[in-house]
């Protein structure tokens, strides 16, 4: 057995931008550090909001779980997919009636299993079920089958993302917050040995608005009206973290962000270690 592994989490997926940068980058990464699992926020994928069978597919082909957010449900088509495919989560804080799960257990590889949580915050967003208590009830059943644990925190609110991050301290490997696009500065080993960030940022649009046209977003804030967004063009971003994690006991070893960005003249490879 595996004395640690690591897990590298790609931050939302926003769009064809994302998508094309996700299979140009991630290669990179494979062959830089080989990760024994590849976890990626998909709920943006398809034109920048949302996911379909078809687009999850092609980005399952690249990675091993995909997790969601509030976002999951805007094709509608993706509720079937939802029921069938156990590797797309969506925050399993939703009511029991949802279609889909909210948690998945990878493996078993090298004699190891990972489990992953995708959980959704309350704060800024919809009133669902409270995010504390079902992963209390899901951490529960996933370490009596492994101790390595992932959370995704899909969640607008630091404060929120860092409270979760305290409450599940040495009782995950991980949480990893999702949601509003922009890489935090704040990665660590918390005191107890779960690994922590409150955003890992996205895949897509460098030269945007959290993934959309800066024009489309500026016209929102000037008319305070409705507006149709679409994905950011030109230069892309690829912000991820790595999390090493000792297999035996799930504690987190170290996190660490990794950011390619484009350049005129090619990729830059931002290693923040």
């Keep these: 057995m595996l004395d640690k592994i690591s897990c590298l989490f790609l931050g939302d997926i926003v769009g064809r931008p994302g998508r094309t940068a996700l299979k140009k980058y991630l290669p990179l990464l494979k062959d830089k550090y080989s990760p024994f699992l590849l ?43 939802l029921l069938k495919e156990p590797r797309l989560l969506r925050p399993a804080n939703y009511p029991p009636l949802t279609p889909g799960r909210g948690t998945y257990v990878f493996g078993e590889k090298d004699g190891i299993k990972v489990g992953i949580i995708n959980l959704q915050g309350r704060v800024f967003m919809e009133p669902i079920d409270c995010p504390f208590r079902v992963a209390e009830d899901e951490v529960r059943k996933l370490r009596e089958i492994t101790p390595i644990i992932i959370v995704d925190f899909h969640a607008e609110a630091t404060s929120e993302k860092q409270a979760l991050g305290f409450y599940l301290d040495g009782r995950v490997s991980a949480v990893i917050g999702t949601h509003t696009h922009v890489p935090t500065a704040d990665e660590r080993i918390l005191p107890q040995g779960t690994a922590y960030i409150s955003d890992v ?53 170290s996190i660490h962000r990794e950011t390619i960005i484009e350049e005129e003249n090619g990729a830059r490879l931002s290693d923040e270690a």
Excluded at 42 to 69: K, Q, W
Aim: charged share 20%; hydrophobic share 40%.
């Design 39 to 81: 976890v990626a926020n998909g709920e943006n994928a398809a034109g920048g909001i949302g996911i379909t069978e078809e687009i999850a597919n092609e980005l399952l082909s690249h990675v091993d779980v995909l997790t969601s957010g509030n976002h999951i449900w805007d094709k509608k088509e993706v509720c079937g997919f």
């Design 201 to 253: 940022g996205m895949i897509g649009g460098y030269d945007s608005v959290i993934g959309i046209r800066p024009e489309q977003a500026i016209r929102r804030f000037l008319t305070s009206m409705p507006q149709r967004f679409e994905p950011g063009r030109g230069r892309t971003i690829f912000s991820s973290v790595l999390i090493e994690i000792n297999a035996s006991t799930g504690k987190g070893i």
